[in-house]
């Protein structure tokens, strides 16, 4: 957690997450134990712009420091943000080669979907967040790992972007299926579509 690491003391992602949660929630009473509120959480994440990359991490790191046992279920376009940096043409067709060369992996390398102004948008974003003392997606990222957020990447759209295990960053649960999530959720788990 080399990111983590070399931040000063009390400017952690975690500490920052955990201090917002702390002092935003009142301490609820105990419920009896069939009163329990349910404290599972599935994030559906299909875009890989910036803004709702970062949104997802936000939530899930806050989820997860909150006690909430979250996965996140990564399938179409945000799974780019999941695919090694080095690995800048993915797939066996040409089809999936030019998918993957119009995108730039990574999670360092998402675009906004609007005002990106020629990569000027995510600079300016980057510049704010830093001022602010707002983590950056590969921080939230790796907190959320930390945290022990499940990532999930699909199956079917690993298999149809050509994108194979090898090229997926670490820490990834082994890809599931849309049955999975549909499991998940009857089972009870609150979900957000981003």
């Not at 875009?47 to 006690?67: C, F, R, V």
């Not at 707002?134 to 957020?149: C, D, M, N, R, T």
Request: glycine share 8%; proline share 6%; with cysteine.
């Amino acid at each position: 957690m080399t990111i983590l690491a070399d931040r000063p003391a009390g400017t952690q992602p975690l500490d920052a997450i955990a201090d917002a949660i702390a002092a935003a929630q009142p301490k609820p009473a105990a419920a009896p134990e069939d009163e329990v509120k349910n404290r599972d959480l599935v994030l559906i994440w299909y875009s890989g712009d910036l803004e709702k990359s970062w949104a997802s991490l936000i939530l899930a790191t806050t989820a997860a420091a909150s006690g909430v046992n979250t996965k996140v279920f990564i399938t179409f376009w945000g799974l780019q943000a999941f695919v090694k940096d080095s690995k800048r043409i993915t797939g066996e067709t040409w089809m999936q080669k030019m998918l993957s060369f119009m995108q730039r992996p990574g999670m360092s390398h998402r675009k906004l979907s609007k005002m990106n102004f020629l990569g000027m948008g995510p600079w300016m974003m980057g510049v704010l967040a830093k001022k602010y003392g707002v983590a950056k997606p590969p921080e939230l990222l790796e907190a959320a790992q930390a945290l022990g957020v499940e990532f999930m990447p699909c199956q079917m759209t690993m298999d149809m972007f050509g994108l194979k295990r090898e090229d997926m960053i670490d820490g990834l649960s082994e890809p599931v299926g849309a049955a999975t999530v549909i499991d998940l959720l009857n089972n009870g788990a609150a979900s957000l579509f981003i």
